[in-house]
């Protein structure tokens, strides 16, 4: 096979490409207020998301980054709400190899929703039982499932590690992500998340923070 003409000026290194975007990141953006260890995060999450503003709007706890870091090294598994949010966590980087689940597509969940009257990715969390103690929690698509997780805790179920709330929407995601950054204040429990007010979310960002979350490498 032959390549097609070459037309346009374009950088064809996926290398090269790689270390530019990211310095371009950084020059671009204002990581002043980002915890100094959680910086290599927003980077990621700006990557994936192509928005060098998204730092005004990122709130970060002070020990995300620790305790995610902590709960994989220690094998934690990672459990997320949209099976887009699983499939973009890069395997390689994880340092146990840890388990990625999304129940989204379990038989129990239909009925679930149908029974409580939600949605079906707020009934999959349900199914997280046990495994949620200690785990990283990635929401990147639906309010209701990060409404439901908060809703769980409050009732208490076991604590996740870390939580990267992320939903993405015009129902319902700036007020879930509101409630996560006030959640310790107004429930008296301190779970490290990582979240972006207003609408704007979605899988690839929830992905990117957790790709960063998984390894310091850059």
């Avoid at 146990?96 to 009925?111: G, H």
């Avoid at 707020?122 to 908060?150: C, E, K, Q, Y």
């Amino acid at each position: 096979m032959r390549p097609p003409t070459r037309r346009f000026e374009y950088e064809g290194s996926g290398a090269a490409i790689y270390v530019d975007s990211f310095a371009t990141i950084r020059r671009e953006t204002d990581l002043t207020g980002i915890p100094a260890d959680a910086e290599k995060v927003a980077v990621r999450m700006i990557h994936g998301t192509g928005q060098t503003d998204l730092v005004d709007d990122m709130v970060v706890h002070p020990r995300l980054v620790s305790a995610a870091r902590e709960a994989l090294q220690a094998g934690a598994p990672i459990l997320c709400d949209a099976t887009m949010v699983a499939s973009g966590v890069t395997r390689a980087r994880l340092p146990k190899d840890n388990d990625v689940l999304c129940l989204l597509r379990d038989e129990r969940v239909p009925d679930l929703a149908r029974e409580w009257g939600t949605t079906r990715s707020a009934a999959a969390v349900s199914l997280w039982g046990d495994r949620l103690d200690g785990a990283v929690v990635a929401i990147g698509n639906a309010p209701t499932a990060l409404f439901h997780l908060l809703e769980l805790l409050a009732d208490g179920a076991p604590r996740p590690a870390a939580v990267v709330g992320v939903p993405v929407g015009f129902i319902g995601a700036a007020e879930s992500k509101d409630a996560l950054a006030a959640f310790a204040q107004t429930h008296g429990i301190d779970v490290p998340f990582v979240t972006v007010r207003g609408r704007r979310g979605g899988s690839a960002m929830a992905a990117s923070a957790l790709n960063a979350l998984a390894q310091e490498k850059e």
